[in-house]
C-alpha cells in the first residue's frame, strides 16, 4: 500500500502565485523526508530535503513545511514561474541495517500558466 | 556531468523474453534502486541494494530479480516479460542515510520498456 500519500493529483497556478502540495504519511519511524521534481524526459532530481528535528525548511522559492504531530508535510513553491512546470514527488525514507529506501507519494502534476 | 547511466532509453521485448536492464553509477555509492515509473502510481520501489551481492524487495518484486556483483553495476531482470510490465524503469543511487548530511539520490533518464 501507498506509504504516502500525495494530494492534489493536479495543480494549475497563475505565474507568480504560491503553489501548494501536501503529503501525509502513516509510518511515524520515517526520519528523512525529500521532495523530487521531474520534468518531461528526464528522472526525478532532489528539490529540497528535511528531517523530522526541524518544522521548516527553505531553500529560495522552495519551503517544506514539516508538522510531526499531524504526520504531514508540505511543498510550497512561492512566486511560481513557468519554468517550475513538472511533476513533483515527495518521498519518506527510514534508515535500517540493510540502508534505506525512499517511498514515494503519486505525485502532484503543476502546470503554471504565463 | 552524468551520474546515473541507464544502458537503453527506449526497449520493445515480446512477451515471455527475458529482459535485462542495466544501471551504472560512477559515484562509488553503496545504495543502488530500481523503479517503475506509472501514470498515476508514481514511482513504485522494485527492488534495492545496499552492497555488492545484497539486495531486498521492495513493494513489487514479483515478476523481476536484480543482480549486483560490482558496486557501481545494479542488473534488473524480467524473467519473463509479460505486457503488463510494460512501463518506465528508472534507476537511482546514493549514499546511506546514517551519519551524511549529503542523502541525494541520484536517477538515471529512465529506461522505456514496451512487452508486445
Known amino acids: 500500500q501507498q506509504q504516502v500519500k500525495q494530494s492534489p493529483q493536479s495543480l494549475i497556478v497563475q505565474k507568480g502565485g504560491i503553489s501548494i502540495i501536501n503529503c501525509a504519511y502513516e509510518?511515524?519511524?520515517?526520519?528523512?523526508f525529500p521532495w523530487y521534481q521531474q520534468f518531461p524526459g528526464k528522472g526525478p532530481a532532489l528539490l529540497i530535503a528535511?528531517?523530522?528535528?526541524?518544522s521548516e525548511k527553505k531553500e529560495g522559492r522552495f519551503t517544506i513545511s514539516f508538522n510531526k504531530s499531524a504526520k504531514q508535510f508540505s511543498l510550497h513553491i512561492m512566486d511560481s514561474q513557468p519554468g517550475d512546470s513538472a511533476t513533483y514527488f515527495c518521498?519518506?525514507?527510514?534508515?535500517?541495517?540493510?540502508?534505506?529506501?525512499?517511498?514515494f507519494g503519486k505525485g502532484t502534476s503543476l502546470l503554471v500558466t504565463p | 556531468d552524468v551520474k546515473v547511466t541507464q544502458s537503453s532509453r527506449y526497449l520493445v521485448k515480446r512477451t515471455g523474453e527475458k529482459v535485462f536492464l542495466e544501471c551504472v553509477q560512477d559515484?562509488?555509492?553503496?545504495?543502488m534502486f530500481w523503479y517503475r515509473q506509472d501514470p498515476g502510481l508514481g514511482l513504485r520501489l522494485i527492488y534495492f541494494?545496499?552492497?555488492?551481492?545484497?539486495?531486498e524487495k521492495g513493494d513489487i518484486p514479483e515478476g523481476y530479480s536484480v543482480s549486483r556483483e560490482k558496486k557501481e553495476r545494479f542488473s534488473l531482470i524480467l524473467e519473463s516479460a509479460s505486457t503488463n510490465q510494460t512501463s518506465m524503469y528508472l534507476c537511482?543511487?546514493?549514499?546511506?542515510?546514517?551519519?551524511?548530511?549529503?542523502?541525494?539520490?541520484?536517477f538515471g533518464q529512465g529506461t522505456r520498456l514496451t512487452v508486445v
Open positions: 537511482a543511487s546514493s549514499f546511506p542515510l546514517r551519519g551524511l548530511t549529503n542523502t541525494e539520490a541520484f
Open positions: 509510518n511515524t519511524a520515517f526520519d528523512y
Open positions: 528535511i528531517r523530522p528535528d526541524v
Open positions: 518521498a519518506a525514507s527510514i534508515e535500517s541495517n540493510s540502508g534505506y529506501a525512499l517511498n
Open positions: 559515484m562509488d555509492h553503496e545504495n
Open positions: 541494494s545496499y552492497d555488492v551481492k545484497m539486495k
